[in-house]
């Protein structure tokens, strides 16, 4: 296993079942992959003996959708015994889950779910990363949502819960800036101010992903390119926090990886252009 160090702020692919056999055959040149932690749960078998192979050679993050961080309901400890089993194995650069929540009454919901922005779930948020920080002994990037709702008792914006999260616990942010994108189209708010807000040093890695546009409000799917709206917000975003760690992200109708690889380096494109404004 190669040590651990942190990702490189260049451009990486989430990496799919789908894609796992031909990465192992051609190790495509990714600087890094992020996997999503739930699906390496198990004890053993053959998805986890392939991405002890993949981690030998590339770095890795661990991207969680089902620890239903801002639930009310008791953290699983289950749940986080099998993610810090899975940290110990493969050493990842980073560990990070979405703020939001997914269960209720002991059952899951198979979406993300945005918190009601008040101070109480405020408080209640940040004790529950500070708990899931000190079970697993590291630091936990937290992800902004998508969201085709909010709630009328909100009493702080967005961007403010999600900048005082990282500011009260120390975590990190893992700004997608498709979510920016598709909420503040579908809430109507500035996108450029979203990113203004984000506290720049806790700004550790970011997501681009693609959305569906058919209906009446724009649908995060992660099942389409990059919009062109989106990659003029991630140079943007780029230019305030500087070059960072980018993923993209497809998990709907999943092309090509030719098609993820392009993709990223279209993103890389906008890095090399960062660092060559910083040279
Ligand atoms: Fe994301």
Redesign the pocket.
């Known amino acids: 296993m190669a040590d651990r160090a942190p990702l490189p702020a260049a451009a990486g692919i989430g990496l799919r079942t789908p894609h796992v056999a031909q990465v192992l055959r051609e190790r495509p040149a990714v600087p890094w992959f992020e996997v999503h932690s739930e699906n390496y749960y198990a004890e053993g078998g053959p998805a986890l003996a392939a991405l002890d192979r993949i981690r030998r050679d590339y770095a890795l993050s661990l991207h969680g959708v089902g620890m239903s961080l801002g639930s009310i309901e008791p953290l699983d400890a289950e749940h986080l015994r099998k993610l810090k089993r899975l940290i110990a194995r493969v050493d990842p650069a980073l560990v990070s889950e979405h703020l939001c929540w997914s269960s209720v009454g002991g059952r899951h919901l198979n979406d993300l779910l945005p918190l009601p922005y008040t101070e109480e779930a405020l408080d209640h948020v940040c004790h529950r990363v500070t708990e899931v920080q000190d079970a697993i002994g590291r630091e936990l990037l937290v992800?902004n949502v998508s969201s085709y709702l909010g709630f009328a008792d909100a009493t702080i914006p967005e961007w403010d819960f999600v900048a005082a999260v990282a500011q009260r616990t120390g975590c990190k942010l893992l700004v997608?800036v498709n979510?920016i994108y598709v909420n503040a189209m579908n809430h109507g708010f500035d996108a450029e101010g979203y990113l203004d807000a984000m506290p720049r040093a806790a700004v550790a890695e970011i997501?681009l992903?693609g959305f569906d546009s058919t209906g009446p409000c724009l649908i995060d799917t992660h099942g389409t390119p990059v919009a062109p709206d989106v990659w003029t917000l991630y140079a943007s975003a780029i230019r305030r926090f500087g070059a960072r760690p980018t993923l993209i992200?497809w998990d709907l109708d999943l092309p090509p990886l030719a098609t993820l690889l392009a993709e990223a380096a279209t993103a890389q494109s906008v890095l090399d252009a960062s660092h060559a404004v910083a040279a």
């Open positions: 992800e997608d979510n997501h992903a992200e």
